[in-house]
């Protein structure tokens, strides 16, 4: 083992027992085959995948001091254009990279001095300014002249990619990135993300897209899509009105009931968490809407609520507010403290005033404490990507969208993490919502399931119709290929192949009606189908879709329908017969394919030999995206 990883994992250990195993993990997948091999004349982008909250970070900069005992030694580590994260990031590298030099934003005098004696770590934020002042001091120090620049791209699949490709120009970011990449004569550019759905929709020409992935599975403890969002729904769920936004924008009413039953719940949790000193802090987050005016109206009306249940204590009322969710909690957590001891502890709160609101937006404050103590947090955007919110556990979610953007709202997920109590979790959310997250939790393991099963290449992407993957901005319109659910794709150019195989593989089905297969059986029969035009029909375009089916973990059936002695002629556009059609189309929720053997008649425009077309029909409610070139 190497002076720095050595030193690192010596560290982190300290600070986070037991994560070590999974950083020594993620090096042995990554150093041997793409770091020791790594030719020191190309420009090499590869991803490293992680779950949202999962510790990204801490496995990033195990990477980079393993890939600093093999010979590398510029780094430069970029953080979302957000003041707070990048000081995070910052004092996280200063404290664990005790074996580097590392320089923050302002530090341009301290990395020229360093003269790389050391391995260096520059910590920067994408920002315009920022990365062109550091693109020139990397260029003018001459410091990567013969030595290769590793770049770690934090949230790489946000602010990095060209949002200008549809109007064949490139942003200003992207450029400046590029510009950076091309200073040495060889790079490694590592992204990291916990939703790459824009990074897989790249074209390989673009330089953007992953040639390699590695994906690390969280550590014990961790509370992700499939605790939350699994179906039946998960005992933290509880459901609240489709229009209780509505209300709340109402200023005739004082509190929605979804959004009042979620603060009692808070109280009762942060009480039991508090008392019983499982943590410092116990925080709820509320995120209704992108609209300032919502998040201010709504701190108002939950200040205006905890103001009537002070009220309440001079009356000794307080418990009728508190004893419906402190029953609703035991449910879960049967050792919840004693009612008398929750309520007496709120008391107290409430009186000195010490459970705190704070309003995070564009115009308030991208940057709470909560830390310490009961907060509750209320805000839109200011809450995803890359914000961590310690020991949170109720989370009140009403936010919609015509047309959602998966990467953006699984961002939204800030209440997975280690540092929570699963007995005490709650997410109250809106009956539509829920099952939007369930569609994305489904679509999130299709894709975990293909990384670890076939090349970066042939995954794709599976999500519902009216659900985007990603920002259209950044994905080329011209190669964005889509195949959508319940519709028949066919050949109009088929290949005549493998006939004796296919007939041998079929000889068991026979008769007029259908026949149950397996998503396997379904992948081994695509494979022997070609057309002469792949723009026309690709096998292996519909068998990545089969697979991606099969890593979602959707039922394993499909359905056959096969049919002999036929005769069509070439090139009319349609294969199936109305029988056949209608046959297909009642089978809604797994793949069909549908196999004709044609006679081949001469006078029907073939070569006068037999041949078989394959007609596939994807589940319906299921759209498949993909980029290929």
């Known amino acids: ?71 590398f030694s510029i780094f430069v580590f970029l953080t979302t254009d957000n003041v707070y994260l990048h000081e995070q990031t910052l004092k996280r590298a200063e404290h664990a990279l005790d074996t580097f030099v590392v320089c923050g934003e302002d530090d341009d005098v301290k990395f020229i001095e360093s003269k790389v004696r050391k391995p260096v770590m520059i910590v920067i934020k994408k920002n315009n300014r920022v990365l062109k002042r550091w693109k020139d001091n990397l260029s003018s120090s001459k410091f990567c002249e013969g ?44 992204q990291v993300t916990a939703t790459p759905q824009s990074l897989f929709l790249q074209s390989k020409t673009t330089g953007w897209r992953p040639s ?55 109280l009762v949790t942060g009480a039991q968490v508090l008392l019983s000193k499982s943590a410092q802090a116990c925080n709820f987050l509320v995120h209704p809407s992108v609209r300032i005016a919502d998040h201010t109206r709504i701190a108002r009306r939950l200040g205006e609520y905890l103001n009537e249940m002070l009220l309440a204590v001079s009356e000794d009322k307080m418990g009728d507010f508190l004893k419906e969710s402190w029953d609703d909690l035991r449910k879960t957590k049967p050792s919840l403290m004693d009612f008398e001891k929750i309520h007496d502890f709120l008391k107290q709160k409430l009186n000195e ?32 990507r890359g914000v961590t919110f310690p020991a949170l556990h109720t989370v009140y979610y009403c936010r919609t969208a015509k047309a959602p953007q998966a990467d953006t709202f699984w961002q939204h ?55 985007k993957p990603t920002r259209p901005n950044v994905v080329d319109s ?3 290929d889509v195949i959508v659910g319940g519709v028949n794709y066919f050949p109009n150019f088929p290949k005549r192949k493998h006939v004796r195989q296919v007939d041998d593989m079929l000889s068991q089905y026979s008769g007029e009606g259908m026949h149950e297969t397996t998503l396997n059986g379904v992948i081994t029969l695509l494979e022997n189908f070609e057309s002469e035009d792949k723009s026309d029909w690709s096998n292996t375009a519909f068998v990545n879709c089969i697979k991606a089916l099969k890593a979602s973990h959707a039922d394993n059936r499909a359905m056959l329908i096969v049919r002999r ?31 004709y053997r044609i006679n081949g008649e001469k006078d029907k425009g073939w070569d006068g030999e037999p041949l078989w077309i394959p007609n596939i029909k994807l589940p319906e409610g299921k759209n498949f995206y993909k980029v290929d070139r």
């Open 478 to 480: 011209r190669l964005m």
């Open 212 to 266: 390699f992935v590695h994906y690390f599975p969280p550590g014990p403890g961790y509370l992700g899509g499939s605790f939350f969002y699994c179906d039946p729904p998960s005992p933290c769920i509880r459901l609240t009105p489709e229009n209780e936004l509505d209300e709340l924008r109402d200023e005739g009413k004082i509190i929605a009931e979804g959004l009042r039953m979620s603060l009692l719940t808070f």
């Open 565 to 595: 002695d036929r005769s069509i002629s070439k090139g009319t556009g349609t294969l199936l017969s109305p029988v056949d059609r209608s046959m297909g189309d009642s089978v809604k929720d797994v793949p069909v394919l549908t196999l």
């Open 1 to 71: 083992m190497g002076i720095h990883i050595e030193s690192y994992l010596k560290k982190i250990e300290a600070v986070s027992p037991g994560i070590s195993a999974s950083i020594k993990q993620t090096i042995d997948a990554l150093i041997p085959k793409h770091i020791k091999t790594f030719s020191f004349r190309d420009h090499l982008t590869g991803l490293l995948l992680g779950n949202v909250q999962s510790g990204k970070t801490g496995q990033v900069l195990g990477l980079v001091s393993a890939a600093a005992d093999e010979g």
């Open 147 to 190: 030595r290769p620049l590793f770049i770690i791209d934090d949230e790489g699949d946000a602010a990095s990619l060209n949002t200008r490709i549809n109007q064949r120009q490139q942003s200003t970011i992207n450029r400046h990135l590029e510009g950076m990449k091309k200073l040495a004569n060889s790079s490694m550019y590592l």
């Open 353 to 384: 005033e010490q459970i705190k609101i704070f309003v995070m937006n564009s115009i308030g404050s991208n940057v709470v404490d909560c830390s310490r103590g009961m907060s509750i947090i209320v805000g839109g955007n200011s809450l995803g």
């Open 413 to 467: 997920c800030r209440m997975f993490g280690y540092d929570r109590d699963p007995d005490l979790m709650r997410v109250f959310i809106p009956p539509s919502l829920l099952k939007l997250f369930i569609e994305l939790n489904s679509g999130n393991k299709a894709l975990i399931g293909q990384i670890s099963s076939t090349s970066t290449e042939d995954i794709n992407l599976l999500y519902p119709p009216g659900i």
